[in-house]
Nanobody, 120 residues
Framework: QVQLVESGGGLVQAGGSLRLSCAAS????????MAWFRQAPGKEREFVAA?????NYADSVKGRCTISRDNAKNTVYLQMNSLKPEDTAVYYC????????????????WGQGTQVTVSS
């Protein structure tokens, strides 16, 4: 069982930046693909970015967000720049074994989510 705890969400003005963190409680963190998803009110959960030994991004955040991981700290990060009001959502950290996939049903472990609100 892997527990994931997100932090770093908050309220920011459009054009601003936030860095989300997700700490994982597993000694085999480096073997997991880690991802960020988000869910806005009334919308389905959507893929944002993932990292294994490579990275993958949704087109909507490509060039504005950077996912990274620190295996020594069992932590994955999502640096978000040039934020837009449409980035407002609850952001979830997720983990899975194996290759990067963008479907939420492929991920076995989820955090509780952290709210990101971007004001115009």
């Amino acid at each position: 069982q892997v527990q994931l705890v997100e932090s770093g969400g908050g309220l920011v003005q459009a054009g601003g930046s936030l860095r989300l963190s997700c700490a994982a409680s597993t000694r085999t963190f480096s073997t997991y693909t880690m991802a960020w998803f988000r869910q806005a009110p009334g919308k389905e959960r959507e893929f944002v970015a993932a990292v294994s030994w490579i990275t993958n991004y949704a087109d909507s955040v490509k060039g504005r967000c950077t996912i990274s991981r620190d295996n020594a700290k069992n932590t994955v990060y999502l640096q978000m720049n040039s934020l837009k009001p449409e980035d407002t959502a609850v952001y979830y950290c997720a983990a899975k074994r194996g290759v990067i996939q963008s479907g939420s049903n492929e991920y076995n472990y989820w955090g509780q989510g952290t709210q990101v609100t971007v004001s115009s």
